[in-house]
């Protein structure tokens, strides 16, 4: 079983920043793949980004240049840093690894 707890979420002017965090559960973060979705109403849930246990990292093409998927095999988390934000970017974002999703933290891209 795999715990993930979303955390950094919040209402932003365009251009602004949000970083976005995501706490593992499990010792075994180091080997995991973690990645980042986002959900907005009617729509399906959207691949963000995605890095991997060995370090590969994947993009959207929609955020390419503006976000960053890092993280932190000490303590078991991963971040998106989010810049140059836009309005489009709005939605509820997701952090995932296999089967294991969290809650959810609602992103807000508005003046």
């Known amino acids: 079983q795999v715990q993930l707890v979303e955390s950094g979420g919040g209402l932003v002017q365009p251009g602004g920043s949000l970083r976005l965090s995501c706490a593992a559960s499990?010792?075994?973060?180091?080997?995991?793949?973690m990645s980042w979705y986002r959900q907005t109403p009617g729509k399906q849930r959207e691949l963000v980004a995605t890095?991997?246990?060995?370090?590969?990292?994947n993009y959207a093409d929609s955020v390419k240049g503006r976000f960053t998927i890092f993280r932190d095999n000490a303590k078991n988390t991963v971040h998106l840093q989010m810049n140059s934000l836009k309005p489009e970017d709005t939605a509820v974002y997701y952090c995932?690894?296999?089967?294991?999703w969290g809650q959810g933290t609602q992103v807000t891209v508005s003046s």
């Open positions: 499990r010792s075994i973060f180091n080997h995991m793949t």
């Open positions: 995932n690894s296999m089967t294991y």
């Open positions: 890095i991997a246990g060995a370090g590969s990292i």
